[in-house]
């Protein structure tokens, strides 16, 4: 079991940048971790991913705006949004134990944090 909180949500003017955080109850670094996003009316979908080799995968949306990291010494996720648009508004959550970009997938789920940028 593990458990996963996440922070640094908030409001910002289109192309922005903010930079979410997760941290885990205990170790992470055999877990593959990743982002995941929910618009109001729309269904959650994957954003990064970073496996426990370091290897990423982004949705095309977020590909050069977005970089996913981890630090295992910290217990810690990162997402880096730089250029944020009014379609990045949403809740993030935070992920863990799963495959790529796959929610089904994923085993533990954060409680979110919220994203909303103004144009």
């Known amino acids: 079991q593990v458990e996963l909180v996440e922070s640094g949500g908030g409001s910002v003017q289109q192309g922005g940048s903010l930079r979410l955080a997760c941290k885990a109850s205990?170790?992470?670094?055999?877990?593959?971790m990743a982002w995941f996003r929910q618009a109001p009316g729309k269904q959650r979908e994957g954003v990064a991913a970073?496996?426990?080799?370091?290897?990423?995968s982004y949705a095309a949306s977020v590909e050069g705006r977005f970089t996913i990291s981890r630090d295992n010494a910290k217990n810690t996720l990162y997402l880096q949004m730089d250029s944020l648009k009014p379609e990045d508004t949403g809740m993030y959550y935070c992920?863990?134990?799963?495959?790529?970009?796959?929610?089904?997938?994923?085993?533990?789920w954060g409680q979110g944090t919220r994203v909303t940028v103004s144009s």
């Open positions: 992920a863990a134990e799963g495959v790529g970009l796959d929610p089904a997938s994923f085993g533990y």
């Open positions: 205990r170790s992470i670094r055999a877990y593959c």
């Open positions: 970073i496996d426990s080799d370091g290897d990423t």
